[in-house]
């Protein structure tokens, strides 16, 4: 873990759009060991959004199926070896590999974190 990468202002953290997604959608992408290809849904206000992760060593797919996490959802899209990113799925970092962060008890797919 390191320090504080480097300090932002207020009105640049509010850029940063947060959204809850329900991934409905798992699977391997073969020109990687460590990439995953989410299908998000992000309900009406946004709909559906295919989004990667390097989460294939640390984490199962039955561990993000059906299940809602917080994602940033304005990121500008980023090239993939199978298709595009479109956002990027919240994970807290640890020494062992990775720890799934779920969206809070209650929330739906599509609301905003602020």
């Known amino acids: 873990m390191e ?3 480097s300090i932002i202002s207020f009105l640049e953290f509010s850029k940063v759009d ?13 020109q990687s060991e460590k990439l ?3 299908t998000v849904d992000f309900g009406i206000s946004l709909g559906v959004k ?15 199926k059906n299940k809602k996490f917080v994602f940033v959802v304005n990121l500008t899209p980023r090239p993939m070896p199978s298709g595009e ?19 809070p008890k209650g929330s ?5 974190l602020t």
């Not at 947060?18 to 073969?30: P, Q, S």
């Not at 956002?87 to 020494?95: A, D, F, N, Y």
């Not at 739906?108 to 905003?112: A, I, Q």
């Open 3 to 5: 320090g504080v990468k």
């Open 18 to 30: 947060l959204a809850v997604g329900k991934v409905v959608e798992v699977t391997d992408v073969l």
């Open 36 to 38: 995953y290809k989410m």
């Open 50 to 64: 295919t989004i990667f992760a390097g989460l294939r060593k640390f984490i199962l797919k039955r561990q993000l």
């Open 85 to 103: 990113s479109q956002g990027m799925m919240l994970v807290i970092e640890h020494k062992d590999g990775f720890i799934l962060l779920p969206a």
């Open 108 to 112: 739906v797919e599509g609301s905003r």
